[in-house]
């Protein structure tokens, strides 16, 4: 079995992982896991580590990192057949110690975006809830509005993405995101991309992953996901 790929995505809440992330997935066959749509089933399936988690999330706090790394690294043992993209873990210096310890990683992406971008972005984000979904009305509009393309269920606006409460998120974005990517820095596997446009970010990053994943691990994960 030719060697697994494994990636990261971080970035700012508007950032584009998600948009990013869909298009590495569908690209290169890429698994793609993540935190926040995993926490949203664990919650809608009512387990218990998503009746855990609601209490955090919704006062917009961090999900305490054991309660993370207690329910993704188990998600991360069923993946080891498949190379995967991690989106949104690790988050703070304590997930990626306990990632780390677990596996080792090829590739770590950051997306370095101006405040008033992420503003904008996320004062016209959209998303279907069940599958995470995420649309814009200016940059990738659902066919018809205010609806999912795949299922025609309605779509919601997230409480905090109003701009009063993106400002303390980005705070704290950066506070707790600083040590992480120093990390990444460190081993040499961090790459970090900074635009207003994700269009004028994706080719960099389709030719940095085109290089950095061999062409048989690409190959059959594509064949393994169609
Ligand atoms: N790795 C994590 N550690 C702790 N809490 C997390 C983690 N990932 C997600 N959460 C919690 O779940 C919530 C929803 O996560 P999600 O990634 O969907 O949105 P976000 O991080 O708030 O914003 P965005 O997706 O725009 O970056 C977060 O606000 C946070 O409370
Ligand atoms: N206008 C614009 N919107 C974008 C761009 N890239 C992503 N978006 C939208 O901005 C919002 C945030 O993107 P998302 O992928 O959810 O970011 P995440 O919070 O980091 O996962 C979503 O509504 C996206 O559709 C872009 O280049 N321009």
Redesign the pocket.
């Known amino acids: 079995m030719s060697r697994l790929f494994r990636a990261v995505i971080m970035?700012?809440?508007?950032?584009?992982?998600?948009?990013?992330?869909e298009r590495i997935a569908r690209g290169f066959g890429l698994q793609h896991l993540?935190s926040g749509d995993f926490l949203r089933e664990n919650i809608a399936s009512n387990t218990e580590a998503g009746v855990l988690a609601k209490t955090y999330i919704e006062k917009g706090l961090l999900v305490p990192d054991h309660v993370m790394t207690r329910l993704l690294l188990p998600r991360l043992e069923e993946m080891t057949c498949h190379s995967w993209l991690l989106?949104?873990f690790p988050r703070t210096l304590a997930q990626a110690e306990a990632l780390n310890s677990s596996c080792e990683l090829d590739l770590v992406i950051s997306?370095n975006i101006p405040l008033e971008?992420l503003k904008?972005?996320?004062s016209?984000?959209?998303?279907h809830q069940a599958s995470g979904r995420?649309?814009?009305m200016?940059?990738?509009p659902p066919r018809v509005q205010g609806v999912d393309d795949i299922t025609g269920e309605p779509l919601i606006q997230q409480d905090d993405d109003k701009p009063e409460a993106l400002v303390a998120r980005l705070r704290h974005y950066k506070d707790v995101a600083k040590p992480v990517i120093d990390v990444y820095k460190a081993k040499g596997i961090l790459h970090t991309f900074s635009d207003?446009?994700?269009?004028?970010i994706w080719p960099y990053i389709s030719s940095l992953l085109s290089a950095k994943i061999p062409t048989d691990i690409a190959d059959a994960q594509r064949a393994s996901t169609h």
């Open positions: 970035g700012p809440p508007g950032s584009g992982k998600g948009t990013i992330s993540s989106d949104g997306l971008t904008e972005r996320l016209h984000r959209w998303i995420v649309y814009n200016c940059f990738n207003t446009d994700t269009d004028r």
